[in-house]
């Protein structure tokens, strides 16, 4: 902690009192922003090696990096892409056209704002946080619905409005899980609900809220449009989906989106279910020692374990049909957490459980 500190004294003694706030925090926002570019990048190596391994064949292992075989592969991609030419139909809205991939990674990026990081580190440690989140979350399917639209072409077209209900649908159960979490926590703050789960392991939301859970991150993988819900890009009869007139950087944004957002939704995940940043051996540990102190350490290694399983189901299951999509959304999804909201508006009347305390 010390270090920083004194690069905040530094820093303020080059430029005046009242600028140090805000340059420091533009450097943490684009410290913050680098590594999540870098982490999507390698994760996209994680998820070739890990569907390799699973499917007993060997993933990337052509271009090295610092002598490892393959770790040079994301960077590889990135230099194709960018010296690929971008293609803009000849009767496409030009201006939609490009505007639509950012539109799809701009929010995604927008929501690590209220991310709390640490105890008492977030960028806006705002008390609606979590509606904060959901408007975010809820404004890339107009990325995607441009793409397809001012495309002029009818399969992308039918790949957006394919997607978009797909999105729609999920966001539905996705935000009725996240009232569970308010209900349990009390509070619309990030940084609140990770501290409502104090006290170790079976103290945190996944032990009540399971349902919701299990709701929350099939969403989340349906909001994503990853495998088994992939149908916008992998169904033959609309070729590539909505970003099928897409090339170069333009494809490239669109693919940076998707990533982000996984890493997005198993860091809120792990927010949400499984105590953030707090240590699993919190409560158990005196309060001082190193191992029960909360940390991004704990954040870090937690998301890891969501961001895994991301590339374990699509390995493992089979793409659905669109059929089949919207009828677990419509009609496994919510019914799920609509019952189980009642269930633990019971345990909240009743006092059982974590509500215990608030008699």
Same mark, same amino acid.
Not at 81 to 102: H, Q
Not at 194 to 202: D, K, R, S, Y
Not at 250 to 259: Q, S, V
């Given at each position: 902690?010390? #270090?920083?500190?004194g690069? /905040?004294?530094?820093?303020? +003694? ?21 590594c ?6 390698? !994760? ?5 090696r ?5 499917? @007993?064949? /060997?993933?990337? *292992?052509?271009?090295? &990096? ?24 000849t009767?496409?809205n ?8 950012f ?21 806006? *440690? ?7 989140v959901?408007? &975010? ?7 995607? %619905? ?8 009818? !399969? ?7 997607? =978009?209900? #797909?999105?729609? =649908? ?8 996240m009232?569970g979490?308010?209900?349990?926590? $009390?509070?619309? *703050?990030? +940084? ?26 099939? @969403? +989340?993988? =349906? ?10 890009e $992998? ?10 007139? !897409?090339s $170069? ?5 669109f ?5 982000? *957002?996984?890493?997005?939704? @198993?860091?809120?995940?792990? %927010? ?12 158990y &540990? ?13 954040l ?10 991301? &590339?374990w189901?699509? =390995? ?5 049909? !669109?059929?089949?999509?919207? /009828? ?28 215990? /305390?608030m008699?």
């Amino acid at each position: 902690m010390w #270090q920083w500190d004194g690069f /905040r004294s530094w820093l303020s +003694g080059l430029i005046s009192v009242y600028w140090a706030t805000p340059v420091l925090i533009a450097i943490q926002i684009l410290l913050v922003t680098v590594c999540l570019i870098l982490t999507m990048a390698f !994760y996209t190596l994680a998820e070739r090696r890990v569907i390799g391994a699973i499917q @007993s064949r /060997r993933g990337p *292992n052509r271009v090295n &990096l610092l002598g490892l075989p393959g770790f040079g592969q994301p960077f590889a991609d990135v230099i194709k892409l960018m010296f690929k030419e971008v293609v803009v139909p000849t009767d496409a809205n030009r201006f939609l056209f490009r505007l639509a991939p950012f539109l799809a990674l701009v929010p995604s990026l927008a929501i690590w704002a209220v991310i709390p990081f640490a105890p008492e580190h977030a960028f806006a *440690n705002i008390d609606a946080g979590l509606l904060y989140v959901l408007a &975010l979350t809820s404004m890339g399917v107009y990325g995607i %619905i441009l793409a397809g639209w001012s495309a002029n072409s009818k !399969y992308a077209f039918l790949g957006a409005m394919r997607s =978009a209900a #797909q999105i729609v =649908a999920y966001e539905i159960a996705m935000g009725f899980a996240m009232v569970g979490v308010l209900m349990a926590a $009390g509070s619309l *703050n990030l +940084g609140a609900i990770v501290q409502a789960q104090h006290g170790g392991p079976l103290s945190w939301n996944w032990s009540w809220l399971f349902p919701l859970l299990i709701v929350y991150f099939i @969403s +989340g993988i =349906a909001e994503t449009n990853r495998a088994p819900f992939d149908v916008a890009e $992998g169904e033959s009869e609309i070729v590539a989906g909505f970003h099928v007139d !897409y090339s $170069g950087m333009g494809f490239a944004l669109f693919f940076i989106a998707e990533y982000v *957002n996984m890493i997005l939704i @198993s860091t809120l995940t792990v %927010i949400f279910f499984f105590g953030g940043w707090l240590s699993p051996l919190d409560g158990y &540990l005196p309060e001082d020692s190193l191992l029960a102190a909360p940390g991004f350490f704990w954040l870090g290694i937690k998301t890891l374990v969501p961001m895994f399983v991301f &590339l374990w189901v699509r =390995a493992t299951f089979p793409r659905y049909r !669109y059929d089949q999509i919207m /009828r677990l959304g419509w009609k496994a999804l919510i019914p799920v957490t609509l019952v189980w909201l009642l269930v633990e508006m019971a345990m909240v009347y009743a006092h059982v459980g974590p509500w215990a /305390r608030m008699r």
